[in-house]
């Protein structure tokens, strides 16, 4: 059974166009290929420097709009630290032609550290946290919410159980108890003690990584006020021990003893959310059991 959910509405070529051609005719004109198709939005590459964004399903439309409300604030601390992010160049609407919003965004050459060996990715560790800390200032009160991403744990707690059951139906006992248990002591952390803008759904998918270096922060769709720990997880998903090494002390006194705590908790979940919704994603299989392995290894 495929985990990956279905196009509610996908556009073609003339599509696409007819709806760059409202926001300008030179655009409309422009060479035009479907780049990519993910979980929520297609990404057509338009020309050599540009690309539309454009939401694939109903529950992707607010996604777009938080992009488009978060990235102009949170892009530029993270340019000055070369990191580049999909900031909208333009701002589609939703009309007659298409009920949702879209976006036109830069080209960012580079390929997706999913799939890289680990130890590649420790020599951008360092520049990985500093990236986290820009993006990690508070957010205002009408950031974007999303009820599933930086919320605190124990908001979480039935949903991870239910995956761990999975596990264990699947055989894979052992690995349930080991994520359990880590989940367990992040619960017994103490809480957040600050509401930060946090990424949101910081995978090895969503950074681009080009000539070696870390490039860009990508599909800032679940973009939220949360606890920055979420973020933090993203260290198992993406270094081996020595990259964790790295990443942990370059954010100095930044971030303290529980928030790591509740960072590999969040990391558990994750593992645990790959190796029972990827049925369909290998790639994301493989990156469940890469992670699992990780969290338990520290």
Aim: without cysteine; aromatic residues 8%.
């Amino acid at each position: 059974m495929a985990d990956s959910p279905s196009a509610e509405r996908r556009l073609d070529v003339a599509a696409v166009r007819d709806l760059l051609a409202t926001a300008s005719a030179d655009l409309a004109s422009r060479p035009l290929v479907l780049a990519a198709e993910g979980w929520d939005n297609a990404i057509w590459r338009l020309g050599v420097d540009l690309a539309v964004r454009v939401p694939r399903r109903a529950l992707a439309a607010d996604l777009i709009l938080h992009e488009q409300r978060a990235l102009p604030a949170l892009a530029p601390a993270l340019a000055r630290l070369g990191v580049q992010t999909p900031v909208p160049v333009v701002v589609g609407r939703p009309s007659e032609l298409f009920p949702w919003a879209w976006s036109v965004v830069p080209w960012i050459d580079g390929s997706p550290a999913l799939g890289r060996p680990r130890e590649k990715n420790t020599a951008w560790a360092s520049l990985l946290a500093a990236a986290l800390d820009a993006v990690h200032g508070p957010a205002p009160a009408d950031a974007p919410v999303n009820p599933f991403r930086g919320v605190p744990l124990p908001h979480r707690d039935a949903a991870l159980r239910e995956r761990l059951d999975g596990l264990r139906s699947s055989g894979l006992d052992p690995v349930a108890d080991d994520l359990g248990g880590i989940w367990e002591r992040g619960l017994a952390a103490a809480p957040a003690r600050e509401r930060v803008w946090i990424h949101g759904d910081l995978h090895p998918g969503n950074l681009l990584v080009h000539e070696g270096r870390l490039a860009a922060l990508i599909d800032f769709g679940d973009v939220t006020a949360g606890d920055p720990a979420y973020d933090l997880a993203a260290s198992w998903m993406l270094f081996d021990a020595d990259g964790r090494i790295r990443f942990r002390s370059a954010t100095a006194d930044r971030y303290d003893d529980a928030m790591w705590t509740r960072a590999r908790a969040w990391a558990a979940y994750l593992a645990a959310v790959f190796l029972t919704k990827s049925d369909d994603r290998p790639e994301f299989r493989a990156l469940g059991e890469s992670t699992a392995r990780a969290v338990v290894d520290g």
